[in-house]
Every structure is written in structure tokens, then in C-alpha cells.
């Protein structure tokens, strides 16, 4: 597999995004009961929408598809609808501990005593993987924050990794083989990509 690219620096006209859980279900034939099962890999997935691109853009954001391959290619996404904390997000945050799993993380390097450093909501990546801050955190006197998010991590990530809080990206891959975009006089341009994160 090539090199992760970094998606061009493109605003689409709509994003959304969605994580997908990997549950199980059964129901029971004879009473309907339900169970479920929550299994390892729930994933992120976007569908961006791009309307009336420039021709220098739509050049560059087909050139950027073609180069993917279908779904051979892996490149970095982040939500461009929330491409910065709500919270405070100051300091040069890193993972604090090794072996950490689950959904929390102790952290340190932030800037200290500042309460609600990160809002649920808030986006967070590391060790290549893109989460969800799901209560508030605040730092301490010494600039350390536990984080709980989802979903939870799939590998431990090292002590000392970064912690990005700008733009953080997961790694995706394309949802079809074929890519495409249609364009009309003057020269303006539609593109639409569906995505998911490459959790191997």
C-alpha cells in the first residue's frame, strides 16, 4: 500500500459523519428478548458533498481521487465542521503512561488549572486514530487531563504521543472503486466522496 495522503485543503459544500459501532443482535424466538453484543471495531465514515468547485480546485480534487486508486489509497480526513475544540485546548497535550486502553486517557502538557481544557464533542487524534471527547476535562495544577472519549482506542499509543486538538484526522479509505464528478458550463464542478476509516 502507498503513502497516507493528506486530503487537499478543500472546503465541501456539506459534510457529515457518522460512527459506526460493530453490534450484534439476537432476539429470542420464543419470548423476544433482545441481547446484544458489542464487538472491536466501531469506525468513523463521511460523505462529503463538493458544489461548484473553481477549476483549479476541481482539477486538484480529481487529480488527488485518481491518485487514491479506488480503494487502494489511504488518506487523512478530519471534520470540517469542527475543525477546532470548543474547549480551551491550550498547551502541547501528550499521552502520559504507556499500555493505556479503554476510553480514557491520562494526559499531560496542558496548560494548567484550566478548567473544561476540552468540551464534549470535541475531537482529538493519536497514535493515528481519531476520538470523540465525550465529558469534560479539565487540567490540574501540573497541566494533566484525563480524557474519556469514544471509540474506544484499538492499539495503546506510547507514552509521550502527541495529542493533536487542530484538525485532528482519521485515516480513510473511499466506500467504491470508481470515483467521478460532473461539471457545467461555466467550468464549475460537483464532486461527492464516501469514506471510512481503515481500522486495520
Known sequence: MSAVLDFPDILPARASWKLVSNTQVFRSPLSGAIQTVELPGARWHAELTFEKLSHAQARELAAFLVRLRGQAGRFR????THPQPFGAATGA???????????????SGWTPSTPGILQPGDY????GELKMVVAT???????NATIVFEPPLRTSPADQATITVDKPTAVMMLDHPEIGWSTRP???SNITIACTEDIT
Open 77 to 80: 480526513l478530519h471534520d470540517h
Open 93 to 107: 497535550p501528550v499521552v502520559a503512561g504507556s499500555g493505556q486502553t479503554g476510553t480514557s486517557l491520562n494526559t
Open 186 to 188: 461555466p467550468i464549475r
Open 124 to 127: 482529538f487524534s493519536t497514535a
Open 137 to 143: 476535562a479539565d487540567s490540574d495544577a501540573n497541566g
